[in-house]
């Protein structure tokens, strides 16, 4: 997988092992075994790192020899037939922490391999990943008026 995840206090900088944070071995383990069956319970993603702040977030780069990091504030998905976990991740840059991106991902079972892929959804299932945001976060994502003149 082009890849890798990390925990990463967004305060100090300090990188922990990552089985010293949870109790999976990778990113798709957490998320399947810790995440989904917590009903998403957000806190599972914000751990209180060594210097006392809770800013300790699963981060990773965007893409190979990119500089900057990319930590993960919200994930949020619906668990489909075949083991398939579309999910909705809010994320921030470290280079610009108040600007909030959303990211689409997937996976499949216990595979990482949808988290690097484009999701497609029917539009009742995208209707229900946005829903199960609202309902593991508690935000509203801004509605937009898109009338045609």
């Given at each position: 997988m082009a890849n890798k995840y990390?925990?990463?206090?967004?305060?100090?900088?300090?990188?922990?092992?990552w089985l010293s944070v949870c109790n999976s071995r990778s990113i798709a383990a957490f998320i399947w075994d810790e995440l989904?069956?917590?009903g998403w319970d957000q806190s599972l993603l914000r751990r209180r790192c060594k210097c006392r702040h809770r800013t300790l977030y699963i981060t990773y780069r965007a893409q190979r020899g990119d500089p900057d990091r990319i930590s993960i504030k919200h994930i949020a998905g619906i668990v489909l037939a075949e083991e398939y976990v579309p999910m909705l991740w809010e994320t921030f840059r470290h280079i610009s922490p108040k600007t909030q991106w959303i990211d689409f991902k997937y996976q499949r079972g216990r595979s990482p391999w949808g988290l690097t892929k484009r999701l497609v959804?029917?539009?009742a299932q995208f209707s229900r990943l946005l829903k199960a945001y609202n309902v593991a976060t508690g935000v509203d994502?801004?509605?937009t008026s898109c009338r045609q003149k």
């Open positions: 990390w925990w990463q206090c967004a305060h100090c900088g300090d990188r922990p092992a989904a069956p917590s959804l029917e539009k994502l801004p509605k």
